[in-house]
């Protein structure tokens, strides 16, 4: 068993099971596995995964449409996301 986001805990396996599910881009995919909406915001997994979809579809990773990207549109303090206050 190969993880491929270990940020989602998503296996190799389980992408290619979605692409034969006929999730064939890389928006269905996120969206299905949430693949790319951890932590890293998929820097680390959206170029392996991109790969994985290319080689299944017969594609040439240029073709696929990259996906959408959608930073906050303020910067959020991270003491909001915790238990304490502003220090």
Do not use: F, S, W
Request: glycine share 6%.
């Amino acid at each position: 068993m190969k993880i491929v986001c270990r940020c989602e805990d998503v296996t190799e396996e389980e992408i290619i099971e979605a692409i034969d599910q006929g999730y064939t881009t890389l928006e269905e995919l996120k969206r299905h596995l949430r693949v790319g909406t951890g932590p890293c915001q998929g820097r680390t997994c959206m170029k392996i995964i991109e790969k994985i979809l290319a080689k299944k579809l017969g594609k040439n990773i240029d073709e696929l449409k990259k996906t959408t990207v959608r930073p906050p549109l303020k910067p959020v303090p991270l003491y909001i996301y915790g238990d304490e206050d502003e220090e």
